[in-house]
T-cell receptor, first 115, second 110 residues
């Protein structure tokens, strides 16, 4: 079946503009995660959705970052008033449920460049 | 604070050599996962270790979880160019989000 897909694959934007990144998880997966990967860094957790529960937003670096998940499926990560330090690869992952017993399946990521 | 320290950060070896990479922490994890990430792609899970002292083998890759569940190692025997990539370890504590290390970037030269 289809894996996790993300769009766009690359995004170049000017400082101060807003961007929206999209994630389509694997059908039937109730848990969805967003991570940020900067050059030379590991994966930084941003936000986690599990079913209909309130999302865990503890990893969002500032109030310029927000995410939503509509209908328990597709998710959008929005970055407002982008800054150069927001440049990174944004990875989305989904899993069967939110317990760490289940494998997280990652999408290919969106490479964001803020000029 | 980086909860998971991976070493070495970079490793370049010749095809056929053996290597070990390490993932260390002062924290105890309920389980630990190893992922491999290739350029332009997301990480792919290789293995999950759960029990202290556990050893798992995946072809030429051997994974070990420390007895105290604070550290792990990945040993590759007779490395191949196809093993090239970024190796990430990730620790789980209950149902909180996984904590990832910064990774070891491995280059295997033919």
């Amino acid at each position: 079946g289809a894996g996790v897909s993300q769009s766009p694959s690359n995004k170049v934007t000017e400082k101060g503009k807003d961007v929206e990144l999209r994630c389509d998880p694997i059908s039937g997966h109730t848990a969805l995660y967003w991570y940020r990967q900067s050059l030379g860094q590991g994966l930084e957790f941003l936000i986690y959705f599990q079913g209909n529960s309130a999302p865990d937003k503890s990893g969002l670096p500032s109030d310029r970052f927000s995410a939503e998940r509509t209908g328990g499926s597709v998710s959008t990560l929005t970055i407002q008033r982008t800054q150069q330090e927001d440049s990174a690869v944004y990875l989305c992952a989904s899993s069967f449920d939110g317990t760490n017993s289940y494998e997280q399946y990652f999408g290919p990521g969106t490479r964001l460049t803020v000029t | 604070t980086q909860l998971l320290e991976q070493s070495p950060q970079f490793l370049s070896i010749q095809e056929g050599e053996n290597l070990t990479v390490y993932c260390n922490s002062s924290s105890v994890f309920s389980s630990l996962q190893w992922y491999r990430q290739e350029p332009g792609e997301g990480p792919v899970l290789l293995v999950t270790v759960v029990t202290g002292g556990e050893v798992k083998k995946l072809k030429r890759l051997t994974f070990q979880f420390g007895d105290a569940r604070k550290d792990s190692s990945l040993h590759i025997t007779a490395a191949q160019p196809g093993d090239t990539g970024l190796y990430l370890c990730a620790g789980a504590k209950g149902n909180t989000p996984l904590v990832f290390g910064k990774g070891t970037r491995l280059s295997v030269i033919a």
